[in-house]
C-alpha cells in the first residue's frame, strides 16, 4: 500500500495518478534546478514504496517566449523527452497558453459527435427542434464546453470556431438549410451563443470558487 499524499511538496498539482512539478523563474538553469530535484525527489518516493514510474509518459515543458530553449532532465538515468504541447487532464497545452490546439480538438469531439447523433436518422429531414436541442446539449456541447475555464483567453478567432461549430451542428440535427443564419438557427432552438454561454460558465466558476475560498 502507498499513500499518495505522502507524495513530496516539490510535486504538485497532483490528480489521482497525475503528477506535476511546476518550477517559476526567469533563469532557465534555476528552472532545471528545481525541475531536477523535484524529479529526484519522486524517484526516492517511488523507491520507498516499491513502485516503478513511467518514464516514457513523463514530458519536459517550458511556457513563454523560450521557442529554442533546452530543458534536460533525468528520470530514472533516462532523458526525459521536452514537448511544445501536451495533453494534460483532457486539455491541450501550449508554450504560449493561446489554447489554439484545444479550441481545435474540442471542435472535432463536438462535430464527431453531432455525426453520430445524425447517423442514427436522416439527417437532410432533422428532428424535431425539442428532441434536437437536447440531444444537442447532451451529447454535442460538452465536448464544446470542457474545461472552459481554463482555455476561455483563447484568441476571438478561435471563439469564433467554437460558435460556428454550434451553429453547424444544430443545423445538422434539425435539418435546416445550410444559408440559415446564425442567429435564427440558435433562435429557433432558444439556444444561447457559445460566447455568451462560455461567459456565462466562467462567472459561474468564479462565484463558487469565491464562495468555497470563504467556507474553507
Known amino acids: 500500500m502507498f499513500y499518495l499524499h505522502d ?6 498539482p497532483k490528480f489521482a495518478d497525475d503528477l506535476v512539478a511546476i518550477a517559476v523563474n526567469d533563469d532557465l ?35 513563454g517566449n523560450c521557442k529554442d530553449d533546452v530543458i534536460e532532465l533525468s528520470f530514472y538515468d533516462e532523458e526525459v523527452k521536452q514537448v511544445s504541447e501536451f495533453k494534460y487532464l483532457g486539455v491541450w497545452l501550449d508554450q504560449q497558453l493561446n ?16 455525426a453520430t447523433v445524425c447517423s442514427l436518422f436522416d439527417g437532410r429531414e432533422g428532428i424535431s427542434v425539442h428532441l434536437a436541442v437536447q440531444l ?12 472552459v475555464a481554463v ?17 453547424q451542428c444544430l443545423r445538422r440535427l434539425i435539418g435546416a438549410k445550410s444559408h440559415s443564419s446564425a442567429s435564427a438557427i440558435e433562435v429557433i432552438t432558444g439556444t ?14 468564479g462565484a463558487f470558487s469565491a464562495r468555497m475560498k470563504h467556507i474553507i
Not at 99 to 114: E, G, H, I, L
Request: net charge positive.
Open 192 to 205: 444561447m451563443p457559445m460566447r455568451i454561454r462560455i461567459r456565462e460558465l466562467c462567472s459561474r466558476i
Open 151 to 167: 482555455w476561455a483567453s483563447a484568441s476571438a478567432r478561435d471563439i469564433h470556431k467554437v460558435e460556428q461549430t454550434q451553429v
Open 29 to 63: 538553469p534555476c528552472v532545471i534546478t528545481e525541475l531536477q530535484s523535484a524529479v529526484d525527489d519522486l524517484v526516492s518516493w517511488s523507491h520507498k514504496w516499491g513502485m516503478l514510474l513511467n518514464v516514457s509518459k513523463t514530458k519536459a515543458m517550458l511556457f
Open 7 to 12: 507524495i513530496p511538496h516539490s510535486i504538485f
Open 136 to 147: 444537442y446539449k447532451s451529447l454535442v456541447r460538452p465536448h464544446l464546453e470542457n474545461a
Open 99 to 114: 489554447f489554439s490546439n484545444q479550441v481545435d480538438y474540442a471542435v472535432c469531439k463536438a462535430k464527431r459527435s453531432a
